[in-house]
Every structure is written in C-alpha cells, then in structure tokens.
C-alpha cells in the first residue's frame, strides 16, 4: 500500500490585517501599502515573533507597518502560498482603524487608503484580493459585539469541601485568566458582565483590573438559571447582539452548561464530530449579527501558534 509524499519544508507562519474605516455614502475604505523590497502593493502583515498567537502578531504587524491603531474585528481568511522554505501560511482578521498616522519604514513606504471594491485592482498577489472579497461581504459584520467567555480551569468539584458556586479557579486556571487579559483588549472590551459563581468572576478578574472596568453581573447565563429559564438567557445574549455604532464588545463569561446551547439557539453549527459548538474551559466565542446573519470566530485558547518560531532556549 503506497503513501503519500512527506510535505517538502516548512510551514512559515504569518499573520496580517484588512483595514478598514467608513467611508462616504456607506461605503468603507481599506488600506493598501507598497513594500519598497518588493515593489509590490500589499496587505499589511508578517511574519510570527517566538511563542505568540496568530492574532497578536497580526495585529502588532499591521500596526507597526502602517502606524494605524485598530480595534480587531472577524476573523477572515487564511492563505497559503509556496516560498523556498516551503509553505507561507497567512491569517488574516478584520481590523477596524480607530486612531494613528501613517509615517513610512523600513518595510513599507507609501499607505494608500482606498474603496474597498477598487482595492483588488491595486493589489499585486492573488492571494489579497481573496481577503478583500471577505472584507466587502455584506451578509455578516465585520466585527463581533460579545465576547463569550467560559470560565478557566477550577479546582476539582469531588475535591471541593463547599458550595459549588464558591469553588476558584486553580493554578492553571489563573494562569488562563491572566493570558486573556493580555489578548481580550484587543477587541477593546467596553462592559465585562459574569454570571454568578466564584470562578466566572475570577476568570474576567484581570481582564477588568488592566482595564479600569467593573464586572457586572448577568446572573441568567448561569448553568442553574440558564436551565431553569433558558429564554431569559437568549435574551440577555440577544441584546448583548444588537449593533453598535462604535468600535467593541462586551465580555460575557459563563458556564459550560450554557454556552453550547446559547450557540445553538443563535444557528452556530460545528463540522467536527460533535452534536453541538464546543466550549473548553478558557475558550472564548466572538459574536456578532444576528440569527442567519451571525459571526462566530472560536478561539480555543491563546497558546503559541504551533508554527510559529521556538523562543530561545527551547527544546
């Protein structure tokens, strides 16, 4: 029985971000920018530093070479291409501007902001022009307005000598907790809401420290309460839904009792080899829209990209 050729290189992975910002009449504009070493109009983006996320170095490579500040929106799309090494894999998101002036560097010296709809014809690579159709799709926001997040890891319930409601968060769940403080922000949370056990509020806990917010309490998303009135928590979650006119979210954080069903109620489907959207503990689900017109990005955690360059020192 013959098997496939080994994948010939590596995988080098990047990450980047669609610009975009209002423009006249409805219509938005996007950011183009000229690489001088490549004489080539692109998309903002780059390659992984040692041990981050894709969303972070997306972020941090699209400002750093447009000097543009951004709130980050939908996840869009993901390309690949050949290079020498092997495999250059880009992830993109939506990034709304908010802020900042263009000044030229070493990688890039002209920004050019655009309509979105002319932007393709500017672009050299095959490759853009895939992410700026996903920009200009009209059938689902360009940005979440609810970030819902399941509590970190706790302390074992056999374990547990109290109430269940007051067990905290463990070692590893408040080293959870911390990582989402680090990345949540840029979604550029404006309310932070939790249900009522200990360990919901712990997980949100330096979330809202970093941000100078208070956390609310939006106690029908509890496992209990959502089961004993599941409607009351579609509602909340609805409102949470509705469109905002400024850039951001709110922070919801919830139990694994509820999430899927929330999930399922607003239409969210998943193709892996579950009956329903999963929700690891730590994981957080970026919302936006509507039923039939809903964006649903999961995030399963923040952990290093796999492919992206081993910090110094590492095995």
Known sequence: MSSLPEPVGRVVAAAGGALWRPGQDGDIE?????????????LPKGKLDAGEHALEAAVRETTEETGVSVVVGRRSVRTSYPIPEGTKRVDYWLMRAVGGDFEPNDEVDELV??????????????????????????????????LLVRHAHAGSRQEWRGRDEERPLD??????????????????PTAILSA?????????????????????????????????????GLNAVQRLLEPRTEPGVTVVCSQ???????????????????????????????????????AADYYRNFDPDPDAPRPTGSR
């Open 113 to 146: 902001w655009v309509p979105a709809t002319d932007a393709a014809a500017l672009c050299s690579h095959e490759q853009d022009r895939t992410v700026l159709a996903d920009l200009c799709r009209t059938d689902v926001p360009r940005a979440p307005t609810l």
């Open 171 to 188: 070692g590893r769940g408040w080293a959870q907790a911390r990582r989402l403080a680090e990345v949540l922000p840029l979604f550029r």
């Open 256 to 294: 694994g009792g509820a999430i899927p069903s929330v999930l399922m109620a607003l239409g969210v489907t998943w193709s892996g080899n579950r009956p329903y959207p999963p929700a690891a503990k730590g994981s957080v689900w970026a919302l936006g829209g509507r039923p039939g017109a809903l």
């Open 30 to 42: 996007t950011a183009v920018v000229h690489r001088p070493r490549y004489d080539d109009w692109s």
């Open 196 to 232: 009522e056990p200990v360990r919901c509020r712990q997980t949100v806990e330096p979330l809202a420290e970093r941000l100078g917010l208070e956390i609310g309490s939006l106690p029908e998303l509890g496992e209990e309460e959502f089961g004993a009135d599941p409607q009351a």
